[in-house]
């Protein structure tokens, strides 16, 4: 009864929060219900402080709820899926090569980048770290979640080349970042001298390669369900199916779920949408998919908000914090803009659009829950939590509400095609 709680709660504050900012702040939605999130969460730790009792009851309530969890093995699978359902796959496989280095080559640049740099750096401040605790760090904090960005990207018209590469490289290396981050979590249980460099190339396959021919399986096979059938309500109730079951399933198999998910998404996006369905099941497919996608980024969003009220925060992780968004921002420039210098050069999209790949590669819930999924025995998880949350709220506050401000004075805006309001 407790969870049946805390979730009505999150509906109840989610819808109040959405209405509030559609009628009186017009923030971009997900942006605004996360500021609504963290201003209430202020609020109520001001008034917990001062020993109000339905305020500390609603504290407690917030807590039952395993946002790592709910976010991982829950969400996720959905929000993939729905992203990967709307992507273009023709344009997609015509920037193939920036996109699989953005995700492969630069999810794994930036995560060594970033760990190199919390270990030079963090002992200038008296706050030393084993060097497999910022490995950890470094793959939590380089998947961008770029969902808060892109409604605005599509509303300024940036040129579709450059669109597909911000969607394409949010989708796949979400999961990349969940492998990499996975790897490193055994590494640090078993030892690293107990795991050979050939161990952890073949968990890292294992992972990553099996999710993806999981995914695979799974589209082909919702794809000759859908074309044997003409009856929506069954055909959605396939698709959901199809997300939940193959979810579980990777979770037993040990491959990559997320991976899993963006895969079969693109093969029923692609050949499900074109050949499997009629005109009206294509129709309610893609509106029942919109509708999961933005209710759920809706609650996503007012989690990350509430999440204030669990979080250990000292102020010298607010302090420190700051010093690696800055250092975040360096290496995510660096982490974007050698993978695509090793393309041909009429594959490349100069300083503007390394602007634009870097400022609008924005870190959301995934950093937050994989952080909050490190082990209680870490001795630094409340300091890696506590740097996650501020470089996330940056990043979504700060990157997102200006995002659009930057293509317009890079002179990128209205480039592209109008927006059909897909993800």
Known sequence: MELYSALSLLVVLAAAFAYVNHRYMRLPTTIGLMVLGLASSLLVV??????????????????????????????????????????????????????????????????????????????????????????????????????????????????????????????????????????????????????????????????????????????????????????YQVEVLITLALVMGGTALAGGLHTSGPLAMVVAGLIIGTKGRAKGMSDVTREYLDKFWELVDEVLNALLFVLIGLEMLVLHFERLYLAVGLGVVLVVLAIRALSVGLPLALLRPQQRYGLKGLAVLTWGGLRGGISVALALSLPTALASRDMLIGITYVVVVFSILVQGLSIGKLVQRLGLAGQGPASDGHH
């Open 46 to 231: 001001g008034l917990g402080r001062l020993g109000v009792v339905p305020i500390l009851d609603l504290g407690k309530l917030v807590r039952s709820l395993d946002f790592s969890e709910l976010l991982m093995e829950v969400m996720l699978g959905f929000l993939l899926f729905a992203g990967a359902l709307h992507t273009d796959v023709r344009s997609l496989g015509q920037e193939r090569g920036a996109v699989a280095s953005l995700a492969l080559v630069g999810t794994v640049l930036s995560t060594l980048l970033v760990a190199g740099a919390m270990y030079k750096l963090l002992p200038l401040v008296g706050l030393g770290l084993p060097f497999i605790d910022c490995l950890l760090f470094g793959a939590l904090i380089s998947p961008t979640d770029p969902i808060a960005v892109l409604g605005i990207l599509r509303q300024a018209r940036i040129p579709p080349q450059l669109e597909i590469r911000v969607v394409g490289e949010s989708l796949f290396n979400d999961g990349v970042g969940v492998v990499i981050f996975m790897s490193l979590l055994q590494v640090a249980h078993q030892g690293a001298d107990s795991l050979s460099a050939s161990d952890m190339a073949g968990l890292f396959a294992r992972e990553a390669v099996g999710g993806v021919l999981l995914g695979a399986g799974l589209g082909f096979a919702g794809y000759w369900l859908l074309r044997s059938i003409d009856q």
